[in-house]
Every structure is written in structure tokens, then in C-alpha cells.
Nanobody
Framework: EVQLVESGGGLVQLGGSLTLSCAAS????????IAWFRQAPGAEREGVSS???????FYADSVKDRFFTWSDPAKKTVYLRMNFLKPEDAAVYYC?????????????????????WGQGTQVTVSS
């Protein structure tokens, strides 16, 4: 059974930093795509970043050069480091995995490319 467990969310000051973790299990971590999405109240879920083992690492324009994602295959964990946090970064952050090999550079930001989701972790940015 595929499981994704996010952690690391919380309250952070404007301009601060936070690192989220996504611990994965139940699938081949050698050939994967794992993404971070976020959803603010009343908004659609949007792609933040994705690590696709066969295709590279991708970021939304809104977080490029502020957020960084990487994986630790030994720990089967993907991380999202968020720097210079803004009010608009506040949201529930979800980890998502694609085990069907459906995610590519052209569709990484869409929810349909992923078939397993974590429960989400809240990020709040205070001013």
C-alpha cells in the first residue's frame, strides 16, 4: 500500500523559512514522481514542485528561486525547503506520488498526474 506522510508544517513569520518532509512507502522509490501541491481556502489545489526521477525537478513560477525540493532515496523522503515566505504561501501543503509513470515535464503541475496523496500539512505565515 502506497503511503505518504507529510510533516514540518506550522506557523512561520513573514520572510522566514520552513522545511516540509514527505515520507513515502509502498512503491519503488527508484522510479517515481513526487510532487508538492498546496491549497489555500477557497482556491484550487496548485502544483508547487515536482521531482520526477526520469525527467527532472520542476517549480511553479511563484516559488522559483525561493523553494527547493529534493529527495533522499535512502530515507524514501522528499523535502520542500521554503524560503522568504510570503502571505500567499500560506496553505495546506500536500505531497503527491505518481506510481503509474503518468507525470512528465508537461503535466507535473496538474493533480491528475498523481494517484496517491498525503493528508496535508498546514503552513501559516504571520506578519
Amino acid at each position: 500500500e502506497v503511503q505518504l506522510v507529510e510533516s514540518g508544517g506550522g506557523l512561520v513569520q513573514l520572510g522566514g523559512s520552513l522545511t516540509l518532509s514527505c515520507a513515502a512507502s509502498g512503491f519503488n522509490f527508484e522510479d517515481y514522481a513526487i510532487a508538492w501541491f498546496r491549497q489555500a481556502p477557497g482556491a484550487e489545489r496548485e502544483g508547487v514542485s515536482s521531482v520526477i526521477s526520469s525527467d527532472g525537478t520542476f517549480y511553479a513560477d511563484s516559488v522559483k528561486d525561493r523553494f527547493f525540493t529534493w529527495s533522499d532515496p535512502a530515507k524514501k523522503t522528499v523535502y520542500l525547503r521554503m524560503n522568504f515566505l510570503k502571505p500567499e504561501d500560506a496553505a495546506v501543503y500536500y505531497c503527491a506520488a505518481d506510481v503509474r509513470k503518468a507525470a512528465y515535464s508537461s503535466n507535473w503541475r496538474y493533480t491528475f498526474a498523481y494517484d496517491h496523496w498525503g493528508q496535508g500539512t498546514q503552513v501559516t505565515v504571520s506578519s
